[in-house]
């Protein structure tokens, strides 16, 4: 790296973590998340407004860094048998909220003149669901430990599993391949798999685990160990196609069951200070505040197009939330949970721009669409939450 580049570097990290804090602040005291703040920081310091921040491989693989830690904090402050517990829930929830807004999607993009094909993977991007958003307001507002909390985390997991094997099909679609039920079976199959046997060869050796780190007598050696088996569990689930972001959920889940887990919990808050940010930042710099001016003739097209998406992404999760037929739960609060695409929706959305499925408007709108589910979702959060009681 050249002296320039490192300037460059070091530059853009002090702003993402200077304005992160500012904007957080901001967001906090005029009682919102700390995330709002974030994403506002990301969008000001980005190339739409000052250009402070581009987004570079070296902060692009920090910010996938802290999406990781991020779910690492979140598994293991989860209970794993209440997890457990509400995974026939989650079940349901994520399929429908994969299905609803998929085909809700579709009709939308053919009515604005897509080809069935462009339409199959725009409405696609539309089923992801960011766990990493949700997540965090759920740890902010120590709520964790509720059952809403248990079954969002469970759906997400299961979206990311089931958008595994839309995404494959649709890429096979556009690139001319051909699909079958057994490629769709085997993509799924694997990746349930994985989570299945993480969870159990985890709890079996997770006692051998806690043996180990008993024994050694080096400082903040309990969180070493943990942050190393989250980075291999996240490193496998990427082998089998699923995001990192899953594999350190799952290890963070394993890691909930042994003795030190809150002590690797007490050491990993200074990291997680410094990387999470870093994530919600990066991810506001992705948006173009240009396509938001309907002056512009040639916007408006894209502004209906994003505001009908925006009410269809909208509705299509949170009708998710009312298949759970349990008595006490939210389900309101459950289908909210389950807006934001964040992440997952823009990685979709850029693998379609790459494939030349659609241009670069379309793009622009559902990216719109993706930072707009992102940003509510805090907000009506916050409110749900605060309503209901502890």
Known sequence: ????????????????LFFAKI?????????????????LAGIVIGPSVLGLVHETVILSNISELGAIILLFEVGLSTDMKEFLK??????????????????????????FELTSTQATFAAAVLTATSVGITARVFMDLNRLETQEAKI????????????LAILAVVLKLVQGGTVTFGTVASISGTAILFLVLSVLVGVLIAP??????????????????????????????????????????????ILSTIKQSEEIKRDIK??????????????????????????????????????????????????????????????????????????VGLIFAGIGLKNSVFGIKDYSALVAVIMLTTFITPIILKYLLSKQKK
């Open 1 to 16: 790296m050249h002296m320039h580049d490192v300037f460059v570097f070091l530059t853009a990290l002090a702003s993402i």
């Open 23 to 39: 904007f957080g602040e901001l967001a906090l005291r005029l009682g919102q998340s700390a995330i709002i703040g974030e994403l």
């Open 86 to 111: 509400a995974g026939l829930w989650a079940t349901a929830v994520a399929v429908v909220g994969v299905v609803a807004p998929y085909f809700l999607g579709y009709f939308v993009f053919l009515h």
């Open 152 to 163: 969002v985390l469970g759906a997400a997991v299961i979206d990311d599993v089931i958008g």
């Open 208 to 253: 051998s685990i806690s043996k180990i780190v008993v024994k050694m007598k080096q400082a903040h050696v309990t969180f070493i160990i943990g942050i190393v088996f989250c980075f291999i569990i996240s490193a496998v689930s990427t082998k089998v196609g699923l995001a990192p972001i899953v594999g350190a959920f799952v290890a963070g889940l």
């Open 270 to 343: 200074p990291i997680y200070a410094f990387f999470v940010p870093i994530f919600f930042v990066l991810m506001g710099t992705n948006v173009d505040i240009s396509i938001f001016n309907p002056f512009v003739a040639a916007n408006r097209e894209i502004l209906a197009l994003m505001a009908i998406l925006f009410v269809v992404a909208f509705i299509g999760k949170v009708a998710a939330g009312f298949v759970v037929f349990k008595k006490g739960i939210n389900k309101f609060l459950i289908g909210v949970s389950m807006v934001p695409r964040g992440e």
